[in-house]
């Protein structure tokens, strides 16, 4: 101190300011002294009121999920398809149950084994009189199940059989026990969990994976749980291995008791009536406190010399600066600071300046608020992660919602040009929407989700008439505009919760595939079980491909006609039917392009389609597109007819012999690597593919025409082994031999 005085002034800022510095320090570093004291003394009592609460929050969270495995039980205890199944059962059996119901039932019990947070391994429906469970896999005899598949020493199948006492209560737990599960031969600590309900039929046993549970909420490392029943039976322990005496005695009020150098916790459940017993032997405690000794000593030496050494440099840095900017803030707001240290100059020179950045980034930020906050909205739907304290300034509404999506589609061909167009086009579109909504529902927010795509979030309890009529309205105002565009609305259901934005527009999204093809504006509401449709049959496909590259344009016209047919008698949607044309119009572009036919009407990404809406536009276009590469593909093949021909007749007359590429190279007087290349550049194929082709339809037609033997028609065209046939038969048809000619029969 006095090598202190000597070298500054007593009333200097940089003494002063150090020893307020070295104040500080004795001031915390005292209280670090008497808290480490005041530590040492008590930890030992805040360990126990750690474990205290380690416990209680295990008793809280086992409470919670015990609560919630009676009310799933017992909702599936009184399911109106259980019932069922069980009075089918007691009218003819097994024989009379309707399985449709079991899948039902089924799905249910599998929600409930898929939720990782309720740690159910199985649930089981046990049908006693009628001796047959309902599980997770579907419907087993109850010897078959407790003696096969869910084996335990302490639950054997005559355990099962009687019926046990549960003194009236809905929910009995049992002792947790090691089950041999099937057919994994897994070993697995399961808690069963047997409801009763008096003259119910059935009952439902659950089994709780306790291991997966107590991984997820134990204690403090060293310890071990107990959970008894009412009459103090043990129902699980975290550590079965573990050598246990008799538990002291617990008077059911004291919240902890020290016995022979063991402490014990205990707990009562309100809601279950479970004793929780967390036993920690007494040197994990003292290996807790020495551990934590040693770290506050260590962090105490550090922190003293950091804050010394600290203390120094800060004082000398600031002082002379900070004396010299103080006696400039008295000047004008120009010359604030004027001084050698480059830094502080820069935020003298910037504070005049930063009121005046503070008012225009205020009407900035009020300009681009909405922005954020669509954009806010659009990273909820999307699930993208934001910073939440960013968000937290963003005004979004909460309550119950619903989402109402617009999908437009312009009937256009598209263009770069035309699209910054369509985006605008669009915007003016959400301005009508927003307009309309905003006016029924003064809390909505609409936004923009890209040029096709128009999201309205609709704040209400339910689906109200003020919405049917606003929406109804929309229809009706753009429905005088089909012709340029076509507008599908889809409805989500009401959502309690923002933090299920995601959830609803995914519903939403799901709704907008429900369109069907018409020209008008469509509402859809509720989401329709549809089943899936194809215009093709994988035989029709195979057809449909090789007329095309025959350039038979009659016999593909008549297969589109037939598909188109199939899908409107089924009720195809606008994307099946899209889906449909546009996979049938990829066939025929990528057929010219195997026979390098250039045709530039066919380049055009999805023109033939822009402006098609219902089945008879998408026939039209198809049929259009199919006219000219047919017309393509039979001028190409007239180019090269002699040679192709030639090898054609060659295969059709010799289709029982051994053909080789090597054989019809000599006959041609070519070289076989040439002509392989020179079939595959005329027609698209290769040699082998034309071979088998052939002898698979002349194959078809001995099927169909004969009762010839399969071994001995795959020998007439030329195959010797019969197993090669059937699987080349099976390749290019989708179905066997036997099995076509069965399906010709049947048909005919």
């Not at 005085?5 to 104040?23: A, D, E, N, P, Q």
């Not at 004008?332 to 830094?343: D, P």
Request: charged share 20%; with cysteine.
């Amino acid at each position: 101190m006095q090598w202190l005085t000597s070298r500054f002034s007593v009333h200097s800022l940089f003494f002063k300011m150090l020893v307020y510095f070295l104040i500080v320090i004795s001031l915390l570093s005292s209280y670090n002294i008497w808290s480490m004291t005041f530590y040492t003394r008590n930890v030992h009592n805040e360990i126990v009121k750690y474990n205290l609460t380690l416990i209680r929050n295990t008793v809280d969270s086992f409470e919670k999920q015990y609560t919630t495995w009676k009310s799933l039980l017992l909702s599936l205890q009184h399911d109106e398809f259980v019932g069922n199944i069980s009075r089918q059962a007691d009218k003819g059996g097994k024989q009379a149950i309707d399985y449709l119901q079991v899948d039902l039932v089924m799905d249910q019990i599998r929600t409930l084994v898929t939720q990782p947070f309720y740690h159910l391994q199985n649930v089981m429906i046990y049908y006693r009189s009628h001796s047959f469970l309902l599980e997770l896999d579907g419907m087993v005899d109850d010897d078959r199940m407790f003696r096969h598949y869910y084996v335990s020493e302490a639950y054997p199948y005559e355990f099962w059989l009687k019926e046990a006492d549960r003194s009236g209560a809905f929910l009995q737990a049992l002792p947790s026990s090691s089950f041999t599960i099937e057919p994994k031969s897994s070993e697995v600590e399961l808690l069963p969990l047997v409801s009763h309900v008096p003259g119910s039929p059935w009952e439902i046993i659950a089994f709780v994976n306790m291991k997966s549970w107590y991984e997820s909420y134990k204690g403090m490392a060293g310890s071990r749980l107990l959970l008894l029943d009412q009459d103090g039976t043990p129902l699980f322990q975290s550590d079965p291995s573990a050598k246990d005496g008799q538990l002291p005695a617990w008077n059911g009020k004291s919240e902890w008791i020290k016995d022979k150098g063991t402490y014990y916790f205990f707990e009562k459940g309100d809601r279950s009536g479970l004793t929780y017993v967390s036993i920690i032997p007494h040197n994990e405690l003292n290996r807790s406190i020495s551990r934590m000794n040693w770290i506050a000593v260590l962090l105490f030496a550090a922190t003293l010399l950091i804050g010394t050494v600290a203390s120094w440099f800060f004082t000398r840095n600031i002082n002379q600066p900070l004396k010299r900017m103080i006696t400039g803030l008295g000047k004008t707001e120009q010359h604030l600071y004027e001084g050698t240290i480059s830094e502080f100059n820069a935020i003298a020179s910037h504070l005049q300046g930063l009121h005046h950045e503070r008012k225009e980034i205020k009407a900035w930020m009020d300009q681009v608020k909405p922005l954020l906050t669509s954009y806010h909205y659009m990273a909820r739907f999307k699930n993208i992660n934001i910073d939440e304290a960013a968000a937290a300034e963003l005004p979004v509404s909460e309550g119950a919602f619903m989402i109402v999506v617009f999908q437009l589609r312009y009937r256009h061909t598209p263009s770069e040009r035309l699209e910054d167009m369509l985006t605008k086009a669009t915007g003016k579109i959400k301005e009508i929407i927003s307009l309309q909504v905003q006016e029924a529902f003064p809390l909505s927010h609409t936004l923009q989700m890209d040029s096709r795509e128009i999201l309205s979030i609709v704040y209400t309890q339910e689906r109200s008439e003020r919405l049917l009529a606003c929406l109804n309205e929309l229809k009706r105002i753009f429905d005088h505009d089909q012709g340029t565009y076509l507008i599908t609305i889809a409805v989500s259901s009401v959502f309690q919760h923002t933090s299920h934005f995601d959830q609803a527009y995914a519903e939403a999204m799901s709704l907008l595939l429900q369109a069907m093809p018409l020209e008008e504006t469509q509402i859809i509401w509720e989401k329709a079980l549809r089943e899936e449709v194809s215009g093709f049959t994988a035989e029709q496909e195979h057809e449909f491909y090789v007329n095309l590259q025959a350039g038979n344009e009659s016999s593909c016209q008549e297969l589109l006609d037939r598909a188109f047919d199939s899908l409107h008698r089924r009720g195809a949607t606008a994307d099946q039917l899209h889906q449909f044309a546009h996979a049938v119009l990829s066939r025929i572009r990528k057929t010219m392009d195997l026979l390098n036919i250039e045709s530039s009407p066919l380049q055009s990404d999805h023109q033939p389609l822009a402006h098609c809406v219902t089945p008879e536009h998408y026939q039209q276009a198809l049929l259009s597109e199919l006219a000219r590469a047919a017309e393509a593909i039979r001028r190409k093949r007239e180019e090269n007819y002699d040679i192709i021909q030639f090898i054609a007749q060659f295969m059709e007359n010799h289709i029982s012999e051994e053909i080789s590429l090597e054989l019809l190279a000599d006959k041609l007087n070519m070289s076989p690597t040439y002509l392989s290349g020179y079939i595959k550049e005329k027609t698209g194929s290769n040699f082998s593919d034309h071979l088998h082709a052939i002898r698979i339809r002349k194959a078809k037609e001995l099927l169909v025409t004969t009762n010839m033997p399969v071994q001995e028609v795959g020998a007439q065209i030329g195959y010797r082994n019969v197993t090669s046939f059937i699987r080349m038969f099976k390749k290019l048809t989708g179905q066997p031999p036997g099995d076509y000619r069965k399906t010709h029969w049947i048909r005919n």
